[in-house]
């Protein structure tokens, strides 16, 4: 039980455009998603919490209209990373939590701006 | 001001002995402590956790101790496999806080077979 998924694994742009993250909790539904940004060699960023039906609230120093968060459903969140640029290029991780202390990782998302 | 700290970036053990790793927390508000591995390019893997009530959690070969006067907790991995060979993160939390994870920098830990 409590697997979450992400999609795409991977993904390509060019500067200048937006991509879209997907994080789906498959076998629980999620109250609560967060959003995760990892360096290379570095520990994990929150980002951002999601609480289904409601607008995120995001960590301080990210900036929310370039990061938009989406909690469509207890089951689905997106991130998406507007007008992206070379300095966004990191690892995105999701997760997701039915309500208690645990939270449930997805796979993550490399995303690589050219 | 990191609430969170491993001092040991990495650790080397040989198989079937076992594995010690640390975990330091200043803010003394936590109340929710989590052990995560992670292997490169995949998301963290939920291993084990222990409330701020208790001093021990058990599962399997996982033992998770808290030592609340030092502010300090172990993961204990025994016997340690060659599988077990990844990056483990220390995470705390704070229910007043929405159960936001603040996590350690990670620890490296490499059994040799």
């Known amino acids: 039980g409590a697997v979450v998924s992400q999609h795409p694994s991977r993904v390509i742009c060019k500067s200048g455009t937006s991509v879209k993250i997907e994080c789906r909790s498959l076998d629980f539904q999620a109250t609560t998603m967060f959003w995760y940004r990892q360096f290379p060699k570095q520990s994990l960023m929150l980002m951002a919490t999601?609480?289904?039906?409601?607008?995120?609230?995001?960590e301080q120093g990210v900036e929310k209209d370039k990061f938009l968060i989406n909690h469509a459903s207890l089951t689905l969140s997106t991130l998406t990373v507007t007008s992206a640029h070379p300095e966004d290029s990191s690892f995105y991780i999701c997760?997701?939590?039915?309500?208690?202390?645990?939270?449930?990782f997805g796979p993550g998302t490399r995303l690589t701006v050219l | 001001d990191q609430q969170v700290k491993q001092n040991s970036p990495s650790l080397s053990v040989q198989e079937g002995r076992i594995s010690i790793l640390n975990c330091d927390y200043t803010?003394?508000?936590?109340?929710?402590f989590l052990w995560y591995k992670k292997y490169p390019a995949e998301g963290p893997t939920f291993l084990i956790s222990?409330?701020?009530?208790?001093d021990k959690n058990e599962d399997g070969r996982f033992t998770v101790f808290l030592n609340k006067s030092a502010k300090h907790l172990s993961l204990h991995i025994v016997p340690s496999q060659p599988g077990d060979s990844a990056v483990y993160f220390c995470?705390?939390?704070?229910?007043?806080?929405?159960?936001?994870?603040?996590f350690g920098a990670g620890t490296i830990l490499r059994v040799k077979s």
């Open positions: 222990i409330s701020s009530i208790k």
């Open positions: 995470a705390a939390s704070v229910q007043e806080y929405g159960n936001k994870l603040v």
């Open positions: 803010n003394s508000m936590f109340d929710y």
């Open positions: 999601s609480n289904e039906g409601s607008k995120a609230t995001y």
């Open positions: 997760s997701a939590s039915g309500g208690g202390y645990t939270q449930y």
